[in-house]
């Protein structure tokens, strides 16, 4: 079972790496830090404004995990459930299961995904170190942490993100339906803020919660909350692709 | 002789009302079994049921003996099919859509995907993507992307659109060398004269219900498939070969 997941991960990564807006985001996420840092670089040396570079590093860092990857995800979900069910390559004769295909395509757009802020972050620490001439490495530590704890939110997400295309017979009413929910998600604590913490949009941010006084509770809560999320949307995403029919 | 596909009361009714109904047959090791029925005619469905694409809503089918539903992986893997264009990924290579394919087959060697594809004519453009392929090379990846597994049972949907001449002659002549070494093929065509040259049994399927399985063996001399069709659709009995 585990070779037929490996091997259909990899099918799956292939697939999307060769796609163009795949290529798109991956410069983003490599260039993207270059030029924020850059700029407020800029801003420094005129001494308009203090920028500490932590800031620069926790604000490219946050811009990706709030809005650029979400994008990704919704965008390689539905190229990968709801796309391929248009062209009618969602099943082929090969020998694997259902199940395999299933949690082969989450696993690509999770590591793809994952990758992404790792080109994120490595290209946020080689630009502090050109403009600081010097890698901090309090910041550089900072951020690592960061990266490794942010995989739980964004697993939260890649289940909704599956779950929800598995509703959809074409990939741009997928994407379009996703980035609608995503968004109505985010923007409806600000109407009624008791909702915030019932949508994984609140967690986005949640690896700040790993950095200085670690408040255990409520990472244990807020860990068991994006847990039984994704679990739950896993499964009822699975339930309803099993039943799908080419 | 050894029976490859084993298909009992095989069943399928969409929201339409269409689909197949009760379907009954089975194909002999080396045999080359044509599906042949009119546009609509369940042939499409029916090979879907088979390969476990669509879920049947009655019967089943044994592949090898082994039961599709109750052991997907192991029947499958004696398989290799080519059913509609939607298992080829235009935007990727002939080459990587079949190494894609290979990674479930860790047995074969990376070069039975050079192997394929010379054998179907392509290797000239293997690193093309195949959205600047024409219908007839997308055919022959397709019949490609069947071949590579080395599957005991190939089933094929309509193999024979938008193959030129050239392309022709190398299905015809990869389907009888393969079934002349114990291959088992289902092929579905509405080209019945294409069919007749290569298989052994046939099936008429219409509305969805296998009328009857003719042994080309027993065809009269005089008469073509496509004259014992055109008898079936007609509504008249062809005694004595159904």
């Not at chain 1, 391929?84 to 090969?94: D, H, Y």
Request: with cysteine.
């Amino acid at each position: 079972m585990l070779r037929d997941i490996v091997s259909n991960t990899h099918n799956e990564i292939d697939k999307l790496i060769a796609k163009r807006s795949v290529k798109f985001f991956f410069v983003l996420a490599s260039v993207m830090p270059i030029l924020i840092g850059f700029a407020a670089g800029r801003i420094q040396s005129n001494d308009m404004i203090t920028l500490p570079s932590l800031s620069v590093s926790f604000f490219i860092m946050n811009s990706f995990l709030l809005v650029v990857l979400p994008l990704f995800i919704f965008m390689s979900s539905s190229e990968l459930f709801a796309g391929e069910w248009e062209k009618g390559s969602l099943f082929q004769v090969r020998p694997i299961s259902r199940m395999e295909i299933y949690l082969s395509k989450v696993a690509a757009i999770t590591i793809l995904t994952y990758m992404q802020l790792v080109v994120v972050w490595a290209s946020a620490l080689i630009t502090s170190r050109a403009l600081e001439k010097a890698i901090v490495w309090n910041e550089a530590g900072s951020t690592f942490i960061s990266l490794l704890v942010s995989i739980v939110p964004l697993a939260a997400i890649v289940s909704l993100a599956a779950f929800m295309s598995q509703w959809f017979k074409n990939g741009p009413a997928s994407l379009a339906s996703s980035i609608f929910l995503y968004g109505l998600m985010a923007a409806l604590p600000f109407a009624f803020p008791n909702l915030m913490h019932y949508f994984p949009t609140a967690y986005m941010d949640w690896y700040q919660q790993w950095l200085g006084n670690v408040n255990v509770l409520w990472l244990v809560q807020s860990l068991t909350y994006l847990f039984s999320f994704s679990s739950l949307f896993l499964t009822a995403g699975y339930y309803m692709f099993k039943t799908k029919e080419l | 002789m050894e029976t490859v596909l084993e298909v009992s009361d095989l069943g399928k009714t969409f929201k339409n009302g269409r689909g197949i109904k009760k379907i009954n047959f089975s194909i002999e090791k080396g045999n080359v079994f044509g599906l042949i029925g009119p546009n609509g005619a369940g042939k499409t469905t029916l090979m879907k049921a088979i390969t476990g694409q669509l879920k049947p809503d009655s019967g089943n089918v044994l592949v090898l003996g082994t039961d599709l539903e109750k052991d997907y992986k192991s029947a499958i893997r004696n398989v290799g099919a080519n059913i509609g264009s939607g298992g080829i990924y235009t935007h990727l290579s002939a080459w990587k859509n079949l190494k894609m394919i290979l990674r479930f087959y860790p047995d074969l060697p990376i070069s039975r995907i050079d192997e394929v594809l010379q054998l179907v004519g392509l290797s000239q453009y293997k690193h093309d993507k195949a959205s600047a392929y024409s219908m007839g090379m997308v055919q022959r990846l397709g019949l490609a992307a069947a071949l590579l597994p080395k599957p005991r049972l190939i089933i094929l949907d309509e193999p024979a659109n938008g193959l030129d001449i050239d392309g022709m002659l190398i299905f015809r002549s990869i389907v009888q060398q393969l079934s002349e070494s114990g291959v088992t093929f289902l092929i579905s065509s509405h080209l019945t004269s294409e069919l007749e040259k290569i298989c052994t049994h046939f099936g008429i399927l219409i509305e969805g219900e296998l009328q009857c399985i003719i042994e080309k063996e027993l065809i009269p001399a005089g008469k073509s498939v496509e004259d014992l069709y055109i008898e079936r659709i007609g509504g008249v009995h062809v005694a004595g070969y159904c």
